[in-house]
């Protein structure tokens, strides 16, 4: 894979401090050199480089944003946005995997956790020998996650829990599991060793998505916790939703930086690539096409930026989330498809990243919220009537 040259069309790179660019070029060194070597086979195999798990936590990209005092590196927002951008530039599995871990199991453990669980979880979280997942979603509720049908019954000094998970990132290949269950009929979550007895993560196989990711059912038999393994601070639908609100932001950074990799590979592709004489690149249609993709991957990294500051300042929505989110997907899916046809018919091959990326945004399309129900989010804080339920 040839040097990557991000599109800048704005001069972004002004309007970031210099250590927000020190992290971002240095994970971007890290992806260049060690993950991009390798990144096809697997996407390929259908497998996950486990064994560079310790170098990403020597990164720092596991929960950077998690205070110092628990082994994070207390980074703001939007060095943790520029993170993601880098990561995904890579691949959507490599960013799924580090916002799981950071956004969906470091960040409940660490706001809803007692100070016993940050102790125990964060730094081992934080260095890559333990591995998280998040486990919400169901079989039969996605979009739904409040209709969840798994349980938590007290007994004694224990909780036992029962139900089934679905499409769960990480599930076959992590130590420890946030599982979202009813006690009682309120929502409440457990920190589940997944060597808990009655515990199994099948993983699903044949995704064209993705492939550089497990993905996994969680299966829940009996399995019994003790009463401490209840994340405290955690009572109501409000707790997974907020650890969705953390992901997605980074989500919406980081589906930009699979746009930028698109983009660069099919710029250079379609200046050197003569077609009638001519480079490609010199046509009209092929021009309109990347000042289309330039405007809008920057009026995405605009709105990112602006998330980013305003969250740091802490007065961020969730509903600005689900824009930033909601656009970013869109904005890196045209983006993919758009560069995958201008490709020919190596934008078929592997060999060439852009169809790679376009098939793994149709998963962060749909994960996190999807794009209509996004839609349904916004609608709802601009007209102050929710059209979803
Ligand atoms: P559904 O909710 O059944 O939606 C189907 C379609 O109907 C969609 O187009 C949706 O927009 C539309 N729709 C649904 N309800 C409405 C409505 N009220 N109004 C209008 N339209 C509606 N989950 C986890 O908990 N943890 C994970 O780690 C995780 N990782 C994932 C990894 C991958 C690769 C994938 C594909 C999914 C993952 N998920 C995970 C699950 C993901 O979050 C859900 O798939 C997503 O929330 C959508 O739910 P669903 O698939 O049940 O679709």
Same mark, same amino acid.
């Given at each position: 894979?040839?040097?990557? +040259?991000?599109?800048?069309?704005?001069?972004?790179?002004?309007?970031?401090?210099?250590?927000?660019?020190?992290?971002?070029?240095? #994970?971007?060194?890290?992806? +260049?050199?060690?993950?991009?070597? #390798?990144?096809?086979?697997?996407?390929?195999?259908?497998?996950?480089?486990?064994?560079?798990?310790?170098?990403?936590?020597?990164?720092?990209?596991?929960?950077?944003?998690?205070?110092?005092?628990?082994?994070?590196?207390?980074?703001?927002?939007?060095?943790?946005?520029?993170?993601?951008?880098?990561?995904?530039?890579?691949?959507?599995?490599?960013?799924?995997?580090?916002?799981?871990?950071?956004?969906?199991?470091?960040?409940?453990?660490?706001?809803?956790?007692?100070?016993?669980?940050?102790?125990?979880?964060?730094?081992?979280?934080? +260095? /890559?020998?333990?591995?998280?997942?998040?486990?919400?979603?169901?079989?039969?509720?996605?979009?739904?996650?409040?209709?969840?049908?798994?349980?938590?019954?007290?007994?004694?000094?224990?909780?036992?829990?029962?139900?089934?998970?679905?499409?769960?990132?990480? /599930?076959?290949?992590?130590?420890?599991?946030?599982?979202?269950?009813?006690?009682?009929?309120?929502?409440?979550?457990?920190?589940?060793?997944?060597?808990?007895? /009655?515990?199994?993560?099948?993983?699903?196989?044949?995704?064209?998505?993705?492939?550089?990711?497990?993905?996994?059912?969680?299966?829940?038999?009996?399995?019994? #916790?003790?009463?401490?393994?209840?994340?405290?601070?955690?009572? /109501?639908?409000?707790?997974?939703?907020?650890?969705?609100?953390?992901?997605?932001?980074?989500?919406?950074?980081?589906?930009?930086?699979?746009?930028?990799?698109?983009?660069?590979?099919?710029?250079?592709?379609?200046?050197?690539?003569?077609?009638?004489?001519?480079?490609?690149?010199?046509?009209?249609?092929?021009?309109?096409?990347?000042?289309?993709?330039?405007?809008?991957?920057?009026?995405?990294?605009?709105?990112?930026?602006?998330?980013?500051?305003?969250?740091?300042?802490?007065?961020?929505?969730?509903?600005?989330?689900?824009?930033?989110?909601?656009?970013?997907?869109?904005?890196?899916?045209?983006?993919?498809?758009?560069?995958?046809?201008?490709?020919?018919?190596?934008?078929?091959?592997?060999?060439?990243?852009?169809?790679?990326?376009?098939?793994?945004?149709?998963?962060?399309?749909?994960?996190?919220?999807?794009?209509?129900?996004?839609?349904?989010?916004?609608?709802?804080?601009?007209?102050?009537?929710?059209?979803?339920?």
């Amino acid at each position: 894979m040839s040097a990557f +040259t991000q599109l800048d069309y704005l001069d972004l790179d002004d309007q970031y401090s210099e250590e927000e660019l020190m992290v971002r070029d240095t #994970v971007r060194g890290w992806i +260049t050199e060690r993950f991009n070597p #390798v990144v096809m086979e697997h996407f390929e195999e259908g497998t996950f480089p486990m064994e560079l798990a310790p170098e990403l936590g020597e990164l720092g990209v596991f929960g950077p944003t998690t205070p110092e005092e628990y082994g994070g590196a207390g980074m703001n927002s939007v060095a943790y946005g520029l993170i993601c951008q880098e990561l995904e530039r890579g691949d959507s599995g490599l960013r799924s995997f580090c916002s799981v871990q950071g956004s969906l199991v470091m960040w409940p453990i660490h706001e809803y956790g007692s100070e016993e669980q940050k102790r125990e979880y964060l730094p081992k979280l934080a +260095t /890559g020998e333990m591995i998280g997942c998040f486990g919400l979603t169901e079989p039969d509720f996605g979009s739904n996650p409040g209709g969840m049908l798994t349980t938590a019954r007290k007994d004694g000094n224990d909780y036992i829990i029962n139900g089934r998970k679905m499409w769960i990132t990480n /599930g076959s290949v992590a130590q420890i599991a946030i599982v979202w269950a009813k006690v009682e009929g309120r929502i409440r979550g457990f920190i589940v060793p997944t060597d808990a007895k /009655g515990f199994s993560a099948p993983n699903h196989n044949h995704k064209w998505s993705l492939r550089a990711s497990y993905t996994s059912e969680l299966v829940m038999e009996d399995v019994r #916790v003790p009463a401490s393994a209840m994340l405290p601070g955690a009572d /109501g639908l409000r707790g997974p939703l907020q650890c969705l609100t953390q992901a997605r932001y980074g989500i919406a950074w980081g589906v930009i930086g699979s746009a930028y990799a698109c983009f660069d590979e099919t710029l250079r592709y379609q200046k050197e690539r003569i077609s009638f004489d001519k480079p490609i690149a010199a046509y009209q249609i092929p021009q309109m096409k990347f000042a289309n993709m330039a405007t809008d991957i920057t009026c995405a990294s605009l709105l990112n930026l602006r998330l980013g500051r305003l969250k740091d300042e802490g007065r961020f929505t969730s509903a600005q989330v689900s824009m930033a989110k909601r656009n970013s997907c869109k904005v890196a899916l045209e983006t993919a498809r758009t560069c995958r046809d201008m490709l020919g018919a190596n934008g078929v091959t592997l060999e060439y990243q852009t169809g790679r990326h376009m098939l793994n945004l149709e998963s962060v399309i749909t994960y996190e919220g999807t794009h209509d129900i996004h839609t349904l989010a916004i609608g709802a804080e601009v007209t102050g009537i929710m059209a979803f339920r």
